[in-house]
């Protein structure tokens, strides 16, 4: 059975998760820890405990428990003094309670949700983000630095601003992974904050894993404005070493008008990835252009506190597994050719 480490947080590795758990794989979903806003921020200031929410989108992405609870999981309250936050964020915090730890606490939740795989976090520090800017000025918080225009001025730094170690499990399972998939999901706020821990780099860039990155359909203004395909790698890379990334997914399946319209409204003009660029002679991986657009439009709750950044153009789960899947099964069959020839 292959052994498949996805590297992410948010939506976009729930969306991955949630096609991927249907195959005959052995998952491992290594999550960012450092998410400090909407529910899981008042939850880090209130309580002290470490940040649930992406951790919660990963384990229902992995349950294999009823609709109606994993519909539980995810249900945000919409008044009273509970309002804004989700179920599953205030479960998870109640664990870590009573356990006396977060990593305990998980390891509960998996077995009550019937998890197919495994969660994990990233680091098993109370991890903050800082992002310092080329003009000195410095950006706490990952949530501050999602509403960031980190554009403007450019980036000198991106830090914790401890001493975070790796999730000695994190960097076991990278380096007995068959396959490590880094994305989709926001740049800057779900896939860097993994990377920049340097064991976890490191473990990546020693590991004989296939590496598989699955690009982003939209820019994020202020962040990645004008990005193409290349830069996102040049960026993933700077940490993991250049030429790492083995194959890149990217869609090339135009989403629907309103989609792009309602998007454009909130980011501005011309805010798809480009696929191709001028300066990609000298490309060290494998683009794989591929239809993995979903045509559906998620419900938001009103108490979302942060649904107005969430992203509207979305991989389709399935349509997106089925990809990852078919390039591992081709380079099986690949690697068998070579060893007959």
Known sequence: MKKIVT????????????????????????????????????????????????????????????DQLRNLMNYRFEEGSLEGHSF??????????????????????????????????????????????????????????GQANIQKFGIEKMEYGEKVDANPRALDRIMKANAIIIGPGNHYCSILPNLI??????????????VLYVANMTNKSG???????????????????????NDVIVNVQKPRSDLIQKYERKEGKNTLVRVHSTGASDRTYRLIEARVVSN????????????????????????????VMLLLETEGIQSVLRRVL
């Open 7 to 66: 590297i992410g947080g948010g939506t976009g590795s729930f969306t991955l998760l949630s096609g991927l758990r249907k195959y005959p794989v052995q998952l491992s979903a290594i999550v960012s820890m450092a998410d400090d806003g909407g529910s899981t921020g008042v939850l880090r200031d209130e309580l002290g405990v470490l940040p649930p929410g992406d951790v919660r989108q990963c384990l229902v992405a992995l349950s294999e428990s009823s």
């Open 296 to 323: 559906r439009t998620s419900a938001q709750s009103k108490a979302d506190t942060l649904g107005e950044s969430r992203s509207f153009i979305r991989h389709d789960a399935s349509k997106l597994a089925r990809v």
């Open 223 to 245: 962040h990645t404005a004008g990005w193409d395909v290349e830069k996102y790698v040049q960026s993933i890379e700077s940490y993991i070493g250049k030429g790492r990334i």
């Open 88 to 145: 599953g964020n205030l479960f998870l915090s109640a664990l870590e309670k009573m356990c006396g730890d977060f990593s305990l606490g998980l390891e509960n939740a998996m077995e009550i949700l019937h998890v197919r795989g495994e969660v994990i976090p990233v680091t098993q520090y109370d991890a903050h983000l800082r992002l310092i800017l080329s003009n000195g000025d410095v950006v706490e918080g990952e949530n501050k630095i």
């Open 197 to 210: 821990i340097s064991d976890i780099a490191r473990a990546i860039r020693l590991s004989h894993a296939r």
